[in-house]
């Protein structure tokens, strides 16, 4: 019986539509109540790219929807900054803390998305920009479904660090510019992974820093210093800590859902 009461409803063409953003308002209309598009007219389509007759299809659930479902707001906090900076130590201290505060995030880190997504670009001036293109186009989605995005690249151009943010709509302020401002005496001092000293020796090329450069962003909204205006050294704790805050301040972590003892509830 369930499962042939599930065929019949399935055999049903339902349209949903949400009659507001507010969860506690949400109603599905059957296609049947609007007004239907003439038969005869097609669905326009276009170019994007070198993909031909593509068509984007628009969600009927809203951002404002997603963003009430986990009292938050979606956002882009894009960490750049020299290799040895801290940008991924920082960028997991953060998560784990925005995670054990209820908050829904996700780290994507450069190293790990050249893995998967990203495995098939190099570090040419054009291959950077690809890899930059592709992460700024996921990072927007996970945005949009409201989860706080914490983007781990160092992302040397300024070019395509304003690729980035423009990729994400103008309307959204959620793009959040984060320099790892660490000297790269700093950086070379912790060479974590020896690379400094493989690209001392010439072993490797084109990197960053050494014969590759990088362009300090100009206006980020964020600057995390090595040391803090005590002069005492920084620590992964202290700079998650700052964004931390940061985002509480700007909103990002809620509240978002509205409760019924609320003004505009009343």
Known sequence: MLFSNARRAMQRVVKPRFAANRLGSMSFFSSDDSKSEDSDE?????????????????????????QELINQRGCILWMTGLSGSGKSTVAYTLERALMDAGKLCYVLDGDNIRTGLNSNVGFSAEDRAENIRRVSEVAKLFADAGIVTIVSFISPYTRDRQLARHINAPSDANFVEVFMDIPIEVCEQRDPKGLYVKARAGLIKGFTGIDDPYEPPENPEITIKVMNDKGEYNTPESMAKELYEYLDKCGFLGPVRRMPWDPDNQ
Do not use: Q
């Open 42 to 66: 097609k669905l326009s389509t276009t170019t994007v790219g070198k993909s031909t007759n593509i068509r984007f299809h628009e969600s009927t659930v809203p951002r404002e929807v997603r």
